[in-house]
């Protein structure tokens, strides 16, 4: 619970928690319970009014703003907050939306070297990729192809990882090396 000064503080109702609990997918950073709570309680119209609205500012506003990545981020998150299935239930909508947003950034030299951008690209393959090994190495190839995460460390310890992972050491070697070159 968080205190504020003079704010009365209302513990989070775990009985809706407790009714969706095996329908409920945990995240690798967790999720609060105040908020799956909140979002178990909403009415169906509520959230299709709230994805409207992040479509509408999608098309409407995205080429005029100043980080367009944000809105995405927001969206997806967004996503993943109101998805307790999981993100990878085609319900969410997540893999749809993930999608659009790494391929409009892909040629964006802005966005290819941005922690966020290349995060994203990571959650993508955990996501939607984590039981296939060669598709995983197949994105990472694409993505070293387009330079998306070239001068980041993160990508070459993640794609070395899954390369060792595959006993493909020397290939992991070389990416690490590669890395710090």
Not at 62 to 72: A, G, I
Not at 115 to 122: Q, V
């Amino acid at each position: 619970m968080e205190y504020n000064s003079g704010d009365i503080v209302r513990p989070t109702n775990f009985a809706h928690i407790e009714l969706e609990k095996e329908n409920i997918l945990p995240l690798k950073d967790g999720r609060s319970a105040k908020r799956l709570s909140e979002i178990l309680q909403q009415d169906s119209l509520d959230l299709n009014s709230t994805r409207l609205a992040y479509e509408r500012r999608l098309l409407d506003d995205l080429e005029d703003l100043d980080d367009p990545l944000e809105l995405f981020l927001d969206y997806i998150t967004w996503l993943n907050d109101v998805s307790p299935q999981g993100g990878t239930s085609k319900k969410s909508g997540i893999l749809d939306v993930m999608e659009r947003c790494l391929m409009y950034f892909r040629d964006m030299e802005t966005y290819k070297n941005d922690p966020r951008l290349l995060k994203l690209w990571l959650w993508y393959i955990e996501l939607f990729y984590r039981n296939s090994n060669q598709e995983s190495s197949d994105i990472f190839v694409y993505m070293l192809r387009k330079r998306i995460g070239s001068k980041l460390s993160l990508y070459y310890e993640e794609f070395s990882g899954l390369l060792f992972e595959m006993k493909r050491y020397k290939e992991a070697y070389h990416m690490m090396k590669l890395g710090i070159n």
